[in-house]
C-alpha cells in the first residue's frame, strides 16, 4: 500500500536495469510480483500497489525482470544516476497521470529524494555489514542477509504475463548468487536454523 498518500506518484514505467539482456532500451510497466498487481512510485522513491499486506519498498532495493529472449535473471539498478536515466526515458515515451507543473514538481522531487536517500542506504548497508562481520564468517553472512531480503521484502518488479511462485524465485536467487544446489526442503531447514539470529 502507498506508504504516503499525500506524495504525488506515477505508474512505475521505465526501462530495465542497463545491465539487462534486453539492454535497458524498452520501456516497461512493471507489476508487484507477489501479487502481480501494478506497481506505482511515489517521488521519495518508494515502491508500492494497492494490494492490502504488501509492503512498500525503496527503488534501490528493487529487482526487475522483464523474460527478455527467456532470460530469468533478476537485475538491479546500481546506482541512483542509472535509475533517474531509466526513468527519464519513460517520461519522454510514455503518457504518465501528473501533467505539467504537476509532472515537473514529481521529477525535481524525485530526482532529489533517491540521490540523497540512495546515498543513506548504502551507508547504512555499510555500517551493518561492518558491525555484523565480527559475528559469523563472510559467507554464512552473505546468505543470511540474501536470505532475511528475499523472504521478508520480495521487492521484485516483473512485467505483465509472467509467473513465479515467490519459493522459485527465492531458490533461483539463492543458486544465481552462491551458485548452490539446494532443494526447497533444505532452504526451508536454513530458514529455520536462521530464524533466532539477530541481525
Known amino acids: 500500500m502507498n ?8 505508474r512505475l514505467s521505465c526501462t530495465c536495469p542497463p545491465i539487462c539482456s534486453c539492454g ?11 501479487c502481480m498487481k501494478d506497481s506505482y512510485i511515489t517521488s521519495k522513491g518508494d515502491i508500492f500497489c494497492n494490494n492490502y499486506g ?38 519522454q515515451s510514455a503518457s504518465f497521470s501528473l501533467k505539467d507543473n504537476d509532472l515537473v514538481l514529481f521529477i525535481t522531487d524525485i530526482n532529489a529524494q533517491v540521490a540523497k536517500r540512495w ?8 555500517n551493518i555489514k561492518t558491525q555484523s562481520a565480527h559475528k559469523m564468517s563472510s559467507n554464512s553472512f552473505l546468505i543470511l ?12 518488479c516483473q512485467v505483465p ?10 531458490l533461483d536467487q539463492i543458486g ?6 539446494i532443494s ?10 536462521c530464524s533466532n539470529i539477530e541481525f
Not at 68 to 86: E, L, R, V
Not at 145 to 156: D, E, M, T
Not at 161 to 170: A, C, H, M, P, V
Not at 176 to 181: E, H, S, T
Open 119 to 126: 546515498v543513506l542506504c548504502q551507508n547504512y548497508d555499510i
Open 184 to 193: 526447497f526442503k533444505q532452504t526451508i531447514e536454513l530458514l529455520i536454523r
Open 54 to 91: 504488501c509492503s512498500s519498498y525503496f527503488i534501490k532495493d528493487a529487482i526487475f525482470k522483464c523474460g527478455f529472449q527467456n532470460d530469468q535473471t533478476w537485475y538491479q539498478f546500481k546506482n541512483a544516476s542509472q535509475f533517474i536515466m531509466a526513468l527519464a526515458m519513460a517520461i
Open 176 to 181: 544465481q548468487i552462491f551458485r548452490l544446489q
Open 145 to 156: 542477509n540474501v536470505i532475511k531480503k528475499i523472504a521478508k521484502n520480495h521487492n521484485y
Open 24 to 34: 535497458g532500451k524498452v520501456t516497461r510497466d512493471w507489476v508487484h510480483v507477489k
Open 3 to 10: 506508504p504516503e498518500p499525500k506524495l504525488k506518484y506515477v
Open 161 to 170: 504475463g509472467i509467473n513465479n511462485s515467490i519459493g522459485q524465485i527465492f
